[in-house]
């Protein structure tokens, strides 16, 4: 979907126009894909808007650029703060996607980089609505399952969320629409189901809820994280372990869980319709529970919810280049 440009974006410790937030083509992270992002997305609630697990999310972001040994020159607590003045800055108080970044920059082109320079990082911030296209949440997206695999363990560290293990993505993607579908589904090497291209999977079959485990090749989501706890708050049962990709065919609901998808409800699999073909209700029960932390109807008893207008806020000190 084409990207609504914002006002401002917050770069290596500014506020600058968001056609401003350049960088040099010879940028290490353009090369070679040394880079480390998130995805955070702002909710509207009755207490005003709230970052969804917004320091979770920073720190994951910390821990990928350690495996790539990326040096963010600020503590956690910056980022944090500073996407708070971001949303505040673009007035996205109804709702917004944080994309905090950390990459390295110009200087040194060897594939391995200078792990000593300091990573160059940006925050930007735009409205965004339903990833997998309006309707998806209530009716359900049609998906396939890929002919690109996962990458092996011990190849690419699929916990890291970084820039290069989106590759594998972008094959995924480009090879469910050209098939016509919404979404493709990956198997890991040994032939399993690891996860979409931009999200984590699960499934229901005889009240029990089955997700891969994050030996699969998975990125270890901080909504699966979120759903496993809410659907285990709720007394169901939720298993981690291998899935053959026939138990897709049969399983009674299938849903893909993201920040950007959110909880969105798998219709067909390859062409095969899942359960009835509409939204299954285990799936509408964890949905409900899920945007409830946003209209206060489900207790955020996680400390998930971290309002983005809180008297810290006031203390940043972010200098503004316009």
């Known amino acids: ?15 600058v126009r968001w056609e401003q937030a350049t960088v040099h083509v010879l940028s290490h992270a353009l090369h070679y894909g040394s880079s480390v992002f998130e995805g955070i997305r702002v909710y509207k609630t009755p207490d005003g808007p709230v970052g969804f697990r917004l320091t979770d ?8 650029a350690r495996v790539y040994q990326l040096k963010i020159p600020y503590p956690p607590e910056t980022l944090v703060a500073a996407c708070k003045e971001v949303i505040r800055d673009n007035d996205l108080m109804e709702g917004a996607y944080i994309r905090p970044i950390a990459f390295r920059g110009y200087g040194e082109m060897g ?7 300091p990573a160059r990082c940006s925050i930007a911030a735009w409205e965004w609505g339903s990833y997998l296209g309006e309707g998806g949440i209530e009716h359900g997206v049609d998906v396939c399952v890929s002919s690109w695999q996962r990458v092996a363990p011990n ?29 493709g589904i990956a ?17 229901v079959q005889d009240g029990k809820i089955h997700t891969p485990p994050v030996a699969a090749s998975i990125l270890a989501g901080l909504t699966r994280d979120a759903v496993i706890k809410l659907a285990r708050s709720l007394g169901l049962e939720v ?3 291998h899935i053959p990709r026939e138990l897709l065919y049969i399983a009674d609901e299938v849903f893909l869980t993201g920040t ?3 909880v969105t409800p798998v219709r067909s699999v390859d062409r095969i319709t899942v359960g009835s073909g509409k939204r299954g209700p285990v799936t509408e029960r964890l949905q409900n529970e899920f945007f409830g932390l946003f209209d206060g109807s489900t207790s955020d008893r996680w400390g998930w919810l971290e309002p983005i207008l809180d008297a810290s806020d006031e203390q940043t000190d972010c200098p503004v280049a316009l």
């Open 111 to 117: 594939v391995a980089g200078n792990p000593e320079d």
């Open 57 to 64: 999310h920073i720190e994951r972001m910390y821990n990928s």
């Open 187 to 203: 198997l890991n090497t040994e032939g399993f189901v690891s996860e979409g291209a931009g999200e984590n999977l699960f499934l």
């Open 260 to 262: 950007a998808a959110e």
């Open 239 to 241: 298993v981690e372990q």
């Open 1 to 15: 979907m084409p990207l609504k440009a914002s006002r401002t974006i917050w770069h290596d410790g500014e506020l």
């Open 155 to 183: 190849t690419v560290p699929a916990l890291a969320k970084a820039g290069g293990n989106y590759l594998s993505s972008i094959l995924v993607t480009l090879e469910a629409r050209r098939l016509g579908f919404t979404e």
